[in-house]
């Protein structure tokens, strides 16, 4: 990538994905010699449209679209490929997941391991809301009733509802007893009110399925704390941030979740796009699906570690082409 730009197109560099993707390139980029730009999406669509049209005017080699998917910006994205500059979609659902019939946009994705196969965008998260699932099916052998606090309004974490709903429509024994749609306006005391009422509406249910950790800390947290319920109920989330899982580590009404680590996606995105940008196919280079509780792959302290550390291993490859 000696002497490329690269531009950063982020959802929204203020949230902690964001703003570990931005240091992550940043430290990686006198190594490889690359330029950096960013652009805040501000989690404004039309800003995102911005932000690619921004990308053509700076003539730069490639664009990493971050958590912004491909449907509803068509447009925009063919305006990108028409100026010759490659798309990379990281953490982001192109339009041909969500509609095989549909044309595909981006020019590539990092891969992710799960069991004997690969797998891309949204399969990535609606794996994590299987593992959601399966935690609670094993956890509650077999007899659950979840209340479900669903994000529909993003492609990826619509993605994670339906893995998690599909999987628990595999358990005769288990049900849904309410699944909750939540928006970006519904964060603070609006999630919190919702989820109180869930709670109180459903005395008979045993399990919170949260899609993922930035609802917890939002609302989801205090209502299940001020319900006198984090005893009874099995609660799993996602992400693993430190105050999360300081939740779980304490016993605090959180009990298990599905682990994105922010620095190893962006490295993978990173390495796609040197192999793209040199004539190579992607390899496999995402972080396995992962669950975490009390017992397992959870630290005394602080975020989620990875047990392998993936930094020197990009790194070496890096510097062996």
């Known amino acids: 990538m000696q002497g490329k730009t690269l531009m950063y197109l982020s959802a929204g560099i203020s949230s902690p994905s964001g703003?570990?993707?931005?240091?992550?390139?940043?430290?990686?980029?006198?190594q490889l010699g690359f330029s950096l730009v960013t652009f805040d999406g501000q989690f404004t669509p039309s800003r995102y449209q911005d932000g690619m049209r921004q990308a053509v005017a700076q003539k730069v080699d490639a664009l990493i679209v971050y958590g912004i998917s491909c449907a509803g910006n068509e447009s925009a994205l063919r305006e990108v490929h028409a100026a010759g500059i490659k798309?990379?979609?990281?953490?982001?659902?192109?339009?041909?997941e969500a509609d095989p019939s549909a044309p595909a946009m981006f020019d590539t994705q990092p891969l992710y391991p799960l069991g004997d196969r690969t797998i891309r965008g949204g399969e990535v998260w609606a794996a994590n809301g299987a593992a959601q699932a399966d935690y609670l099916i094993s956890q509650l052998e077999g007899n659950v009733k979840v209340i479900q606090f669903d994000v529909p309004d993003f492609a990826v974490t619509a993605a994670l509802g339906r893995g998690f709903q599909e999987r628990m429509a595999e358990c005769s024994t288990c049900e849904i007893v309410e699944s909750i749609d939540v928006a970006v306006a519904d964060f603070g005391p609006g999630l919190q009110q919702k989820a109180?009422?869930?709670l109180l509406k459903h005395p008979d249910a045993n399990a919170v399925a949260i899609n993922y950790d930035d609802l917890v800390t939002l609302g989801l947290s205090a209502a299940i704390q001020s319900s006198g319920r984090k005893d009874d109920l099995v609660t799993v989330a996602g992400t693993g941030y430190e105050a999360t899982l300081d939740m779980i580590r304490q016993d605090n009404g959180l009990k298990a979740g599905w682990v994105q680590n922010h620095d190893w996606d962006h490295y993978a995105g990173i390495d796609t796009t040197l192999r793209?940008?040199?004539?190579?196919?992607?390899e496999v280079s995402g972080i396995p699906v992962i669950l975490y509780d009390k017992d397992h792959n959870i630290s005394e302290s602080g975020g989620?570690?990875?047990?392998t550390d993936f930094r020197p291993v990009f790194e070496q490859a890096w510097a062996s082409r």
């Open 304 to 307: 989620f570690t990875p047990a």
């Open 19 to 30: 703003t570990a993707g931005v240091a992550a390139l940043e430290a990686v980029r006198d």
């Open 196 to 198: 109180e009422q869930a």
């Open 276 to 282: 793209l940008l040199s004539g190579q196919q992607p």
């Open 87 to 96: 798309i990379i979609g990281l953490q982001s659902v192109d339009c041909n």
